[in-house]
């Protein structure tokens, strides 16, 4: 009788994941995960900004059907009234749980992370997150500040505790509830980081010494950027310490030293992350239930780390799009447990050496919208119908489609050719990504826009070979794209150009 979901969800983490190949960092629990998991290596957000990428997976639809490319919105209102993941769950006869930053809190949830709709009990969120931006920053001047960089001694925080290790013991408080009362479960956790402050236990940025901390390998802006495409990462320059620099807007650059500190401090929180996640799957572990739960790890979107002179998301660059993805399954992506075996015991990266590999890879391009029917698959539920071209009335279907053909651990690693004829020469898989902006010049307002304000949509088009970006005219009271008013085009051939710094848009005809 159906499996139980655990679903991980983190905020703001690109891929520097052991599993993903990155060197640098120490994140063996998630690489741990990893290696009994069909690991995506390029999945790709539907907008890069977390509450309209958050709606648009957990109803999995696009954001052009949520009409939420910022926070101000509740779709059930303001577009349609979509079921939801966890309420197709709940409606099937799960027990739905959230804990920590699953929603965006706010308007775009209805204040309530969407509760009673998505989830059975209200939502638990942990009482530190109020004091996120607040100043607990120790500085050289030994003053507290609020600033970017905030690597903290967690006894002086307030509560003497951070919000994602709240979320974990909450967390486990449930997993072990949940053990005893025989009810399938879907329980969606939530993590903080590595958003901004960058705000930690401090012991982490032990694991990354200064002097092994490179710069991006393309820190400028690239020249045929177009204006439009550019996000002057705003909130990182409103933080005390990056407002101490003085950096020019839009294009001045940051330190070089300072960038090396925000990388480092990235990695740290990336580390602390890990830990967390350890402790949530090892309890998983702990309670019994490793062999009949499906654990899904993803973000919301990646984050800039001064590549092409930019940071925080904000963009159609992979940097910003791309996060990690990854499905647990039991007996399927593994052979099933014998009972009482550990497949998550807790790694301490503090001493954990070596790395571990996944146990599928799939290079196929796939998207965050497919989430919901991918794990109505695998659940064994009926997978929600493809919306028609118009869905705004339709309250249960999705944009998305399930990617459970892509999982092949049966034989071996990376999938080769495929089983389906028809299908491989049909598909070429793309994801779609989009982004607002006010005007074809960085503006202060150009991250975030308000509805209102948003006069230019740049929609992106990646497959495996390219990006392929336009930036059109949008009119905001009826939702509309121009496609016949291109403002500014890019196109980057992943081949010989994997960071995206050289576009040829206007080499090409137009008429793709």
Known sequence: DGMNVLFIIVDDLRPVLGCYGDKLVKSPNIDQLASQSMVFTNAYAQQAVCAPSRVSFLTGRRPDTTRLYDF??????????????PQYFK??????????????????????????YSWSIPPFHPSAEKHENDKTCRGKDGKLHANLLCPVNVTEMPGGTLPDIQSTEEAIHLLNIMKTSRQKFFLAVGYHKPHIP???????LKLYPLENITLA??????????????????DIRQRDDVEALNVSFPYGALPDDFQRQIR???????????VQVGLLLSALDNAGLSNNTIVVFTADHGWSLGEHGEWAKYSNFDVATRVPLMFYVPGMTTSPVSQGARVFPYLDPFSHIGGSVPQGQS?????????????????????????????????LCTEGRSIVHYFNISEGKVEEGCDDIDRCFNEEPVAFSQYPRPADTPQWNSDKPKLKDIRIMGYSMRTIDYRYTL??????????????????????MMENDPNQDYNIYNNTSHGW
């Open 471 to 492: 930036w059109v005219q949008f009119d905001p009271n009826n939702f509309s794209a121009n496609f016949q008013d291109v403002h500014a085009g890019e196109l980057y």
């Open 363 to 395: 290079k196929k391009v796939v998207e965050l919208v497919s989430l919901f029917p991918t794990l109505a698959e695998l659940a064994g539920l009926q997978v929600p119908p493809a919306c028609p071209e118009m869905s705004f009335g339709v309250v």
């Open 72 to 85: 101000y919105s509740y779709w059930r209102v303001h577009a349609g009234n979509y079921s939801t993941m």
């Open 198 to 204: 960058l705000r930690y236990p401090q012991e982490f």
């Open 217 to 234: 390998p393309d820190p400028w802006v690239p020249k045929k950027l177009p204006s439009v495409a550019y996000n002057p990462w705003m």
């Open 91 to 116: 409606e099937n006869g799960y027990v739905t749980l959230s804990v920590g930053k699953v929603f965006h809190p706010g308007v775009s949830s209805n204040y309530s992370d969407d509760y009673p």
């Open 264 to 274: 480092q401090s990235y990695y740290a929180a990336v580390s602390y992350l890990d």
